[in-house]
């Protein structure tokens, strides 16, 4: 008996799956941009759109315009002003629109001259010590944003005119690294300059404060959202706890001091469970079969004959 319930269990799980596939709720894809979402002007960049491999139509589109291509990835050759904005892609399969990816913002770099980078009051830090890297342009500039190597997401920083300060408190080792910031105006929000030369920060420890702890994530000037990471569900090892106290030893003492008769019944009882749990399944596959053959003369591919692209945001 107890073998037969991770069988049951994926065979719900698989039915779920064929369930949700013909109402259309399909995974959310992924879009990306190869190497980079910030591009200098005339270089070349690759947008791909991650789902699942077996679907009829990918679609990546540009919001805002109505430009969009029936594939799961776009070549930009030669980045251009009017290829930077924000882009996202869904696909379609059977009748049905997975739901968008989350935005990409491909930023054109390069449009103006650089901004200078600076640290104060020196390059070198000791450990626990503040500095402040400052952004400035002899342009007037509203938006300024600084990039650690390595790092995903830029740092804001406090606007002043033609600067901002990046002030960082405290530093610790996981500070020390190269630095580069960007100047752009908040009416083009993806047009912007080219990098300032890079800065390369480093972190000296101090005689009297040696590093015993490793370094705390970066400090709160990361804007970055770092998405939490879904963690598979505990539901398979809920199952497995279940199967071992189902297992008795060789069947000899009956689990939790049951008597025999009472351990003869409960399993009486699983089987027939289990028995109806797997005619439910049988009747369920039977049926989505049956819909899907009734289905089949009727049904259009769907690459001869997109759906329209989907309303805009
Ligand atoms: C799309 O449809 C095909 C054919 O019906 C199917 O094999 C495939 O699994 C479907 N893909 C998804 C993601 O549902």
């Not at 001091?257 to 009486?268: A, C, D």
């Amino acid at each position: 008996m107890s073998p037969a319930l991770p069988t049951f269990f994926c065979l719900g799980l698989c039915v779920l799956q064929v369930i949700q596939a013909q109402r259309g709720s399909f995974p959310k894809p992924s879009l990306q941009a190869q190497p980079s979402s910030l591009v200098a002007l005339e270089q070349s960049v690759t947008l791909r759109c991650q789902g699942p491999r077996v679907v009829d139509l990918y679609r990546i589109e540009k919001l805002k315009t109505k430009e969009y291509n029936d594939q799961d990835f776009r070549l930009i050759p030669r980045m251009k002003i009017n290829d930077a904005g924000r882009y996202r892609c869904s696909y379609q399969n059977g009748s049905h629109w997975s739901p968008p990816s989350d935005h990409l913002e491909l930023i054109a770099t390069g449009i103006y001259s650089k901004p200078s980078l600076s640290a104060h009051p020196s390059s070198a830090v000791p450990l626990g010590r503040d500095v402040t890297l400052k952004c400035q342009t002899p342009k007037s500039f509203d938006q300024f944003v600084l990039y650690k190597e390595g790092d995903t997401g830029p740092y804001k920083g406090t606007k002043r005119w033609y600067g901002a300060d990046f002030p960082i408190t405290k530093v610790t080792a996981a500070h020390s690294g190269t630095y580069q910031c960007y100047s752009f105006s908040s009416s083009f929000p993806y047009l912007w300059s080219a990098p300032s030369n890079p800065l390369v920060l480093v972190v000296t420890a101090t005689p009297s404060q040696v590093p015993t702890e490793a370094p705390p994530p970066t400090t709160e000037l990361l804007e970055a959202s770092r998405r939490p990471s879904i963690l598979p569900t505990t539901k398979i090892s809920t199952t497995e706890k279940s199967m071992n106290i189902t297992v008795s030893p060789e069947g000899s003492s009956p689990p939790f001091g049951f008597s025999h008769q009472h351990y003869v019944k409960g399993n009486l009882v699983r089987i027939c469970l289990g028995a109806m749990i797997v005619m439910f399944l049988v009747g369920l596959l039977a049926e989505h079969w049956h819909s899907r053959k009734k289905c089949q003369p009727h049904r259009i591919r769907a690459v001869q004959r997109p759906l329209p692209p989907l309303p805009l945001a």
